[in-house]
């Protein structure tokens, strides 16, 4: 990063593929689904500025994974979490980072496809804000990149717990946390990084 900032930007769409088939799953279900609508939007406005879209997703312990059978195993008849792959479902033009732990940088190839990219900003959405998003963004903010996390584009199993990461990661990462229905992507992008 240091080398060449960049001021483009990239959308991070972290473990939004999910069949919230766990612990705490039935908790996170419904702010899930509402982050799942203003990711949808804020997916819109990317796609309008050329902002590229990369999903970064657990890989749910099967490590044969690749993304056509994480997004099968989530929306199998019996989970939960469909209505996140009907709103959410990837497209071809999208890209597909697998994860084997809570950061998206950690053992992926986040770190060698963000500089191809040309990208220095990013905009992490998704579950669970005080979890991958928090990690993310904490291993984002030692690489030097510009955050934004829209507050209601993220996710915990408590909005209490999404508060704190949000304060965490406003105060501690420099992230811009103001909500996608109050900053637009074009206004955030105009911003000097």
């Known amino acids: 990063m240091a080398d060449s900032p960049s001021h483009a930007a990239a959308l991070i769409i972290i473990d939004m593929i999910n069949d919230l088939d766990f612990e705490g799953g039935e908790q996170l279900r419904p702010p899930a689904e509402a982050a799942a609508e203003r990711i949808v939007a804020l997916r819109g406005e990317?796609?309008?500025?050329?902002?590229?879209?990369?999903?970064?997703?657990?890989?749910?312990?099967?490590?044969?994974?690749?993304?056509?059978?994480?997004?099968?195993?989530?929306?199998?008849?019996?989970?939960?979490?469909?209505?996140?792959?009907?709103?959410?479902?990837?497209?071809?033009?999208?890209?597909?980072?697998?994860?084997?732990?809570?950061?998206?940088?950690?053992?992926?190839?986040?770190?060698?496809?963000?500089?191809?990219?040309?990208?220095?900003?990013?905009?992490?959405?998704?579950?669970?804000?005080?979890?991958?998003?928090?990690?993310?963004?904490?291993?984002?903010?030692?690489?030097?990149?510009?955050?934004?996390?829209?507050?209601?584009?993220?996710?915990?199993e408590s909005d209490s717990h999404r508060r704190w990461a949000l304060e965490i990661m406003r105060h501690s990462m420099c992230a811009e946390t103001c909500p996608s229905d109050e900053l637009a992507l074009a206004d955030w992008l105009a911003r000097e990084a």
């Open 46 to 156: 990317a796609d309008a500025a050329g902002v590229p879209v990369i999903y970064v997703n657990d890989n749910f312990g099967h490590w044969h994974s690749e993304r056509s059978s994480i997004v099968e195993h989530c929306d199998r008849a019996d989970s939960p979490g469909r209505a996140l792959i009907a709103a959410l479902r990837p497209r071809d033009s999208d890209f597909f980072v697998v994860k084997p732990q809570f950061s998206g940088f950690y053992a992926t190839n986040l770190p060698v496809l963000l500089p191809q990219l040309g990208v220095g900003r990013l905009i992490l959405t998704g579950v669970a804000a005080d979890i991958c998003v928090l990690f993310t963004a904490a291993d984002a903010h030692m690489r030097e990149y510009d955050l934004w996390v829209p507050g209601d584009t993220v996710a915990s």
